[in-house]
């Protein structure tokens, strides 16, 4: 395994197998009533978040604090970025009082991997941009494995905002990895531009047609419309968007009996995802979320137990 | 002269058997482990006067093997099973930063739990005790046993802590370079201890 976690592309099949196999064991640390093991004693992580996070910064916190790590939160608003301090002076100066390692959440696609050039300590992205957001990919492709078993073989849609959505391609490379069919669907004006090579030379399919995918899915990863990163009109109206390719009550009934729905979150309940699909018995939203804990323990432990890296 | 130079904690048993194989030297035979295995589970119901309140816990992986033997003896002998689970200790180890990263193994703890059980703990080789004492940190984040024992098939000497096995297969006087391997049916196939290195 590489030093740091920048993309998914760091990690190869046996890597990515291993990160899932340990944190199924992180993950019944998860549920002792002691859930605090010594193993990263004496490390310092600073989580930077210079955009705004629920569930990914909380989690990090969370998996470092019960591997015994000092965990130190950092936001932009509050820190001296807001008074114009560069992110290059930012990290380096944090790094200077002696940290080991870097969980970086940026604005800026390939933030993570420009710090990482700047500073020794070990950097894991935890999404920059509209790039790549690996550990959400590998608690996704957990849970999944989870209820679903080996995913080899497996059919997957990701549907939803393609555009605009660093959980699309950390997955779409994590799920090639693992040797799973992916479908993903959009409407035209949310397809990346030049998708079709970027499709045929990972061996993805793409669809227009939501209705054609769901029946023969095992898995539907719905993804957030951002509209905070939306200066254009991407279709002219919610409901529009929701007819065509939102997970909605009826679309829910095409389903195989053992498809599972996915979504990173946060939801936009009604928009993508109807409330029926979101808290249905397929619904494994919440699991993404306790497996985010497990997930980012294995990933920290991985990246900050050992000297160097794994053997 | 591997890793075993470094006193890894984990197994005395070196589990890399490539170089001088031919020069092992066999001390334990298939008979040999299993009438061991056999006086052992008979030691350990002597002094807990019965098989009340025992839970017995593996270390991975051999001693979680060895653990599922001595429960089958002791179900044989007083016709009730014990509860047996295993109890990986790899992130309580002391040496985490000195070695390339392990891949952690499961640890199960049976039903009943380990709240004021009487724990015997199991490996295969008792070294340099570091294992144990790992092994401890992480029985005290379970719960709290009335007492914990520990029961090795092969003690060879050489303790870098002050921790001493309660139930011993055999004492196995080695030079600190030696390598202690221990083959299992459940592992490798077939029973065997060797022993081989050293004296170069």
Redesign the interface.
Known sequence: ?KRHLLSMNDLDRHDIL?IL??A??MH?VQR?E?K????LRGRTVVNMFFEDSTRTRSSFEIAGKW?SADMINISAKGSSTSKGESLRDTVRTVAAMGVDGFVIRHSASGAAQQVSQWVDAVVVNAGDGMHEHPTQALLDVYTMRQRLGDLEGLHVAIVGDLTHSRVLRSNLICLKTLGTRVTVVAPPTLMPSGIETWASSEGFDTSYDLDAVLPTADAVMMLRVQRERMSGGFFPTAREYTVGYGLTRERLGTLQKHAVICHPGPMNRGLEIASDAADAAQSLVLDQVSAGVAVRMSVL??LF??????? | MTRQDSAPPSDGSSRDNTEDDQFARVVMSCGDVSRVLRRVAHEILERNKGSQDLVVLGIPTRGVALARRLVHVMAEVEGLEVPCGALDITMHRDDLRRNPIRAIEHTYIPAPGIDDKTVVLVDDVLFSGRTVRAAMDALSDLGRPRAVRLAVLIDRGHRDLPIRADYVGKNLPTASSERVQVCLAEHDGFDEVRISGGHR
């Open positions: 395994m291993t196999d340990t199924e064991s019944d002792r002691v605090k093991l010594p193993t591997l432990y991985h137990a050992g000297e160097g890296s794994l053997s």
